[in-house]
Nanobody, 123 residues
Framework: VQLVESGGGSVQAGGSLRLSCTAS????????IGWFRQAPGKEREGIAC????????HYADSVQGRFTISRDNAKNTAYLQMNSLKPEGTAVYYC?????????????????WGQGTQVTVSS
């Protein structure tokens, strides 16, 4: 059971990136997917979540209107489209899966995590 993030990198403020989260060893379609980020010296923050069917999404206020979470269960992959990036968005971004059909809002319920991908936003 493994999640692998990709798509991170360096971008200037106002730019965009799309992160991908691909599962191996299990199928994602029964799992809710969350995206989290951890900036240097700060606690990990949950920023987006999508239900197993894709019908329900939730966002943190800090990214609402700029980030979009989506999934393609046929490709066993979830995505995070990040637009209008800000320097405070510099962090390691993680995807995680929880084995329920809806977003619980509880970080501890996510039991499978990727290794993270670095996003750096310069001003």
């Amino acid at each position: 059971v493994q999640l692998v993030e990709s798509g991170g990198g360096s971008v200037q403020a106002g730019g965009s990136l799309r992160l991908s989260c691909t599962a191996s060893g299990f199928t994602l379609d029964r799992y809710t997917i969350g995206w989290f980020r951890q900036a240097p010296g700060k606690e990990r923050e949950g920023i987006a979540c999508i239900s197993s069917s894709g019908g329900g999404t939730h966002y943190a206020d800090s990214v609402q209107g700029r980030f979009t979470i989506s999934r393609d269960n046929a490709k066993n992959t979830a995505y995070l489209q990040m637009n209008s990036l800000k320097p405070e968005g510099t962090a390691v971004y993680y995807c995680a899966a929880e084995s329920i059909s809806f977003c619980s809002g509880v970080e501890g319920d996510f039991d499978s995590w990727g290794q993270g991908t670095q996003v750096t936003v310069s001003s």
